[in-house]
């Protein structure tokens, strides 16, 4: 039984992709065609299986392209486990930043002082801000206040070189 093949524009268009990105995936080793017809490529259901499973890691997963063909090449479960739980780490530090972020447009949003260095928030962490840079340190999180209760540090500068 001859199993179906597709073209690359079909496969483009089912997975909401172009036809520039499938050919960036065969570069990187992502995605093989199965054959061409032609100067066509052609792709059967295992390329779509694997194609599938890449949107999985890179789409789904966030995972960078280089990260996804890491976890795709990966043979062991625990080299590929070992590689996701890198790339959730790394997902869970971006969120924290994220959500930082937020909550500091939110105070920005918020604040009733016209210009933002008359906020008391704002002008203490610019100038811890400054302190720092000069000192050649980074200055932890410390924007927003601490919920009362919370056990951290000074929100100061860290004995760690500035990284600029």
Known sequence: MDERLYSISEVAGAFGLSVPALRYYEECGLLAATARRGRVRQYDRAALERLALVQLWHVDGMIP??????????EAAGERKALLAVQRDEMLARARRLERAAAVLTHMLGCHRDL???????RE??????DAALAGEVLEDGFLPREPGAVSGSGRASARPAVR
């Open 116 to 122: 933002p260095l008359t906020c008391p928030t704002t």
């Open 65 to 74: 392209i280089a990260g996804t063909a890491a976890v795709v090449a990966s």
């Open 125 to 130: 962490h610019i100038g811890a801000r400054v």
